[in-house]
Every structure is written in C-alpha cells, then in structure tokens.
C-alpha cells in the first residue's frame, strides 16, 4: 500500500472515470512488477500527459475537436499543477509505476460529498497495460486509504454512460447506480454521466476481491 503522506484535496467538478492510457511500452504480465507512491509535485507534467492523452483517444465524438485538438493538454497541465500545489489532506493521488514507467493513476478526495462520501475523481490505465489488473489494484489503494481515514463514509465516482466498458467493470466489483446527471464539460459539451457508488470502504475490497476471485 502507498504511505499515507501529503493526503490531498482541489476543485473537483465531477470528472469522468475511465481506464484507459499513456506509455505504450508493452510488457508481460510476468515483467511487471508495480510499485504504488503518493504523488508529489514533480509528478504533475506525466500525469497530466497521460490524462490528456486519455482523453484525446477515448472521447473523441464526445468532447469538442477543438477542445481535444487545442485545448485539453494546457487544461490538464494546470489541473495537475494546481492539485500538487500546497495539496490538502483530504486528497490522495496514488501512481502505479513499473521501473519508473506511469502506468497509471488514481485521484480521490475524501468525505467530498454529504451523502456519498469519497469522490473517486479520476481512474487511467495505460491502454499498453490493460487487463492486468492495475485498475483494481488503485482502486485498492484507495480503498485503504479510505478505511484508514474516512471509515464510516461511503465512495462514489462518475463515468459516462458512453463509456460501457468502465461501467460493466464497477458494477462487477460492487458498484451500483445510484443515478444519472448531466454537466456541462470544459469543452461546453453536456455530457451524461452515471454515478457508481459503494457503501464503504470495505465493500469496495470485498468487490474487488469477488472480482479476483470468480473473474
């Protein structure tokens, strides 16, 4: 598990949680062996890489051309920037690195909201690297992180209902749909997004381990 160190928290603004990519060196299952750290401030340029390049790969048709072809790598530049600045506690940003190579990430802030608890802000696994369980494996991080400091709270996320993959993935690890809600994008496209929500940290981890467990 990651130390807990420089917990952390920022504007959120419901961002959308997909698995998908950045680095496309491509490695056997048996050759990759990750680390977790906390995130710091020297990471926010690789992070911001991987979520832009995410999203230039994933959402086109959904977000805006000219917001994807001129726009989203200067906005997640500063997204990152300013969330690894003086992070508050309430924050946590966990890479999944292999031999210093990002493979992915994970960003949550905890007791974020009243009645859903931890927001699970953003989820990205290098497309080179899917289907070998990082996604899960930050997603546990999270989650012990999340009974480490916020026990009693529950965790959520919100995925676009475009993005069937992700959605198929949460709900066989637990998840369920609590609702739909539509929001404006920083692109100015509405986009509709479910929200997949848990009752607590430990249901989470006993998803995921379900999920390990029956496949």
């Not at 999203?55 to 072809?69: A, D, N, P, R, V």
């Not at 899917?130 to 999340?146: C, P, Y």
Request: proline share 1%; net charge negative; glycine share 8%.
């Amino acid at each position: 598990m990651a130390k807990y160190v420089n917990g952390m928290f920022p504007f959120t603004g419901g961002k959308s949680v997909v698995l998908t990519l950045y680095e496309k060196t491509i490695c056997s299952d048996k050759d990759l062996k990750m680390d977790f750290k906390v995130a710091n401030y020297c990471d926010f340029e690789r992070i911001s890489q991987l979520h832009a390049n995410s999203l230039k790969s994933h959402y086109g048709g959904i977000l805006s051309e000219q917001y994807l072809t001129h726009e989203v790598s200067a906005e997640k530049l500063l997204l990152w920037q300013t969330r690894l600045t003086n992070p508050p506690f309430s924050q946590h940003i966990v890479l999944a690195e292999e031999g210093g190579l990002l493979l992915g990430f994970i960003c949550a802030f905890g007791n974020h909201d009243f009645e859903l608890g931890t927001f699970i802000d953003s989820l990205y696994v290098d497309d080179a690297f899917q289907n070998r369980g990082i996604g899960s494996k930050l997603l546990k991080e999270i989650a012990q992180w999340q009974q480490h400091y916020f026990s009693d709270r529950g965790l959520y996320l919100q995925v676009s209902e475009s993005n069937t993959e992700a959605i198929e993935f949460y709900l066989h690890i637990g998840g369920r749909v609590a609702e739909s809600r539509q929001r404006e994008d920083l692109s100015g496209e509405i986009v509709v997004e479910k929200v997949m929500t848990w009752q607590n940290a430990q249901a989470l981890l006993d998803g995921l381990e379900l999920a390990l467990v029956h496949g």
